[in-house]
């Protein structure tokens, strides 16, 4: 049968490094890119004896997530050994929660705005299309990092200990469309949090996804093939892509599904056989002796005092107060730091829309071009709150903003002293802007002829010609007036 007849059925299991200072059970600094095992202790190293110390801020991220998501946070979670044996996990065990987790439902919810083609029908207000629900999210520590040179291996500890919070969704995905809305909106939700910078290409942000098909939605769920540690959205897509055709065309052969682990291998485009799935038992977790239950009562009161605005809440808010298109909201919001430099530039604006294209048709135009990142960003906020200004006073023309806007990107100097350094000012005055329109109509009689059959936007080239004979300094709303009178 059809490939498109066949019912796909995908989870998510989202593994993200948490912005802690330090590691989840030890005193190490977390950054990334230093000379391998040069972050490293007893604790982390897995020595005998070393003992773990909770890391509070870790449970507090948790639980704010989940508060973001709807989630609830259960008066007591618990710490388990997750049993098995890695070179890059030295204590042969993992500390993670195992039944009683920090956090329990709650969804992730999807939009469209980047796709294509409408991913689910019937957006609401706020541009959510759906929303997938959570299992769970619980915190466990990261492994080090295996790197395999030819015969021999290199083992880096430094990323051993990273706090890693799981977020696992219900098989409620249908495609792998859906898949990615899911990551981007999860991975924006973190960030605007501050709880991760979950920059996927640096693995702060890891994905297993679960995939199964069957023939007709009465049938149960088909065995889940479980594709590991897949490291951007990209590959996420093509996975899920590929792992469909292929199960659907076993299905088609009569080839009875089971339930196993495929690796993903990106470069090939093709999953391949990796092990037989294990059962939760094999890890024979238990209770980590050294590690309390934790009561989470305090730090959920806590976290909700400090909850922030959602991406998609600011969204609704910049088009409601603002006057922004959903597009225009949906750019400026795409990063925290341009949301807040966009909120700094039209604080007091009387045309926070105006404010809004200069960033969205110059500033970011250019710092792609230069691939300049924002934190680098030559132009204030205030710079560009003052020139957005002289445009509207009317002290300057657009085409002069234009120039100005240049220079100040390009020294990060004040528009206004750019404006003094060129002579720039606008021509309002209708002696001076009246020999202009005189002159241009002299020169265009045939233009004139035009306008006077009829073709009445012709008149626009008319605005153009007087604003070139000016050098860009006529004020074109008057000019438009002017001409107007004059040709009536
Ligand atoms: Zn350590």
Request: proline share 6%; glycine share 8%.
């Amino acid at each position: 049968m059809p490939i498109a007849d066949y019912i796909p059925t995908i989870g998510l299991e989202i593994h993200v490094h948490l912005k802690t200072k330090s590691k989840m059970f030890c005193g190490c600094a977390l950054s990334y890119g230093e000379a391998p095992n040069s972050r490293t202790c007893p604790t982390c190293l897995g020595l005998p004896g070393a003992l773990p110390v909770l890391n509070e801020e870790a449970i507090r991220m948790t639980i704010l997530t989940g508060q973001l998501l709807g989630a609830t946070t259960p008066e007591v979670c618990k710490w388990d050994r997750k049993n098995y044996f890695y070179a890059d996990m030295p204590k042969n065990y993992q500390i993670s929660q195992y039944d009683q987790p920090l956090v329990v439902g709650g969804a992730i919810p999807m939009y469209d705005q980047y796709f294509p083609k409408p991913l689910r029908d019937g957006a609401g207000e706020d541009g959510v299309v759906g929303r997938i629900p959570l299992t769970r999210i619980h915190l466990e520590e990261d492994a080090g990092k295996s790197t395999h040179f030819g015969a021999s291996s290199g083992l880096d500890f430094n990323r051993a200990g990273t706090p890693l919070m799981e977020v696992v969704t219900e098989p409620a995905i249908r495609t792998a469309d859906e898949a990615a809305a899911v990551l981007a909106s999860l991975r924006q939700i973190l960030v605007f949090a501050g709880v991760s910078d979950a920059d996927m290409e640096r693995g702060q942000m890891r994905c297993d996804v679960n995939v199964s098909v069957r023939k007709s939605a009465g049938d149960p769920l088909g065995a889940k093939v479980e594709l590991k540690n897949l490291n951007s959205v990209a590959a996420v897509r093509r996975a899920i892509v590929f792992e469909i055709e292929r199960q659907c065309g076993e299905l088609d052969c009569g080839i009875p599904q089971r339930q196993e682990t495929r690796r993903w291998d990106d470069d090939r485009g093709e999953s391949s056989d990796m092990r037989g799935k294990e059962d939760a038992h094999d890890y024979r977790d238990f209770p980590d002796p050294d590690l309390l239950p934790v009561r989470t009562g305090a730090w959920v009161a806590e976290v909700r005092g400090r909850l922030p605005e959602l991406p998609h809440a600011r969204r609704a808010r910049l088009v409601r107060d603002h006057g922004l298109t959903p597009y225009d909201a949906g750019v400026l919001t795409a990063e925290p730091a341009l949301a807040a430099y966009y909120e700094e530039a039209a604080a007091g604006a009387a045309k926070p829309k105006a404010v809004a294209n200069w960033i969205i048709n110059e500033l970011l135009g250019r710092l792609n071009e230069q691939q300049t990142p924002l934190a680098s960003n030559p132009v204030t906020s205030g710079a560009l709150r003052e020139l957005v200004g002289l445009v509207e006073a009317g002290a300057i023309s657009g085409a002069q903003a234009k120039e100005v806007f240049a220079e100040m990107f390009a020294t990060g100097a004040a528009p206004a002293a750019v404006v003094r350094e060129r002579g720039f000012t606008q021509v309002s005055d209708d002696g001076a802007l009246e020999g202009f329109v005189q002159q241009v109509l002299a020169a265009h009689p045939d233009l004139v002829e035009r306008i006077r059959a009829g073709e009445a936007k012709v008149v626009n080239v008319l605005v153009g010609q007087v604003m070139k004979a000016s050098g860009g300094r006529a004020n074109p709303k008057r000019v438009s007036e002017l001409l107007a009178r004059a040709l009536a």
